[in-house]
């Protein structure tokens, strides 16, 4: 069965702390990795689609990256704005249907 | 644009009601695809549709469950009846390029 697992659940950071967010993967046939950000109340919305291992996509302070079993957001110097719930999901097989990980509680304090 | 537009934004309803959640995709988007958000369980895929046809419904819980796309601008998911664990937020979205879903508001469900 497709799994994706995202770790941390929550992450407390200072204003300008980097760090990184994981999403690991079981699928059979990855035709694509995305990365979602969800504000409270409001529905996610879509930020990064990567297809391959190796690469990159970059977004002001996120940069999305891609191997054969995970992917990891980086976010450099964050703001209080950056905080949210960032959410990894992934396309298999041969159909269409996206499946998405639990996410991670991001807080950026002041 | 307006987006994706879902009704009603908030529904209160006794157990054993019927409960119909409404969607308006985005104009010249051929996917549409209903999830279910809790705390426990994160986002799951109900049933997405290709091109108004029903593609896969695995994610449906029980036959209390219905979603119907009577045309490429409209779609209804029904839970009838409804019980307390039918409580969470249901989004609708839609997509023209797979993967990159488009997210109405949602719409949060609670069944007392």
């Known amino acids: 069965e497709d799994q994706v697992t995202q770790s941390p659940e929550a992450l407390r950071l200072q204003e300008g702390e980097s760090s990184s967010l994981n999403c690991s993967y079981t699928?059979?046939?990855?035709?694509?990795l995305f990365w979602y950000r969800q504000d409270p109340g409001k529905g996610p919305e879509f930020l990064f689609t990567?297809?391959?291992a190796g690469e990159e996509k970059e977004k002001e302070r996120l940069k999305a990256t891609l191997t054969k079993k995970e992917s990891f957001l980086h976010i450099t110097a964050p703001k209080p704005e950056d905080s949210a719930t960032y959410l990894c999901?992934?396309?298999?097989?041969?159909?269409?249907?996206?499946?998405f990980g639990k996410g991670t509680r991001l807080h950026i304090l002041p | 644009d307006a987006g994706v537009i879902q009704s009603p934004r908030h529904e209160v309803t006794e157990m054993g009601q019927e409960v119909t959640l409404r969607c308006k995709p985005i104009s010249g988007h051929n996917s549409l695809f209903w999830y279910r958000q809790t705390m426990m369980r994160g986002l799951e895929l109900l049933i997405y549709f290709n091109n108004n046809v029903p593609i896969d419904d695995s994610g449906m819980p029980e036959d209390r469950f219905s979603a119907k796309m009577p045309n490429a601008s409209f779609s209804t998911l029904k839970i009838q009846p409804s019980e307390p664990r039918d409580s969470a937020v249901y989004f609708c979205a839609s997509s023209f390029i797979p993967g990159e879903l488009f997210f109405g508001e949602g719409s949060r469900l609670t069944v007392l």
């Open positions: 699928v059979s046939g990855l035709r694509g």
């Open positions: 999901a992934v396309q298999a097989g041969r159909d269409d249907k996206i499946i």
């Open positions: 990567l297809y391959s």
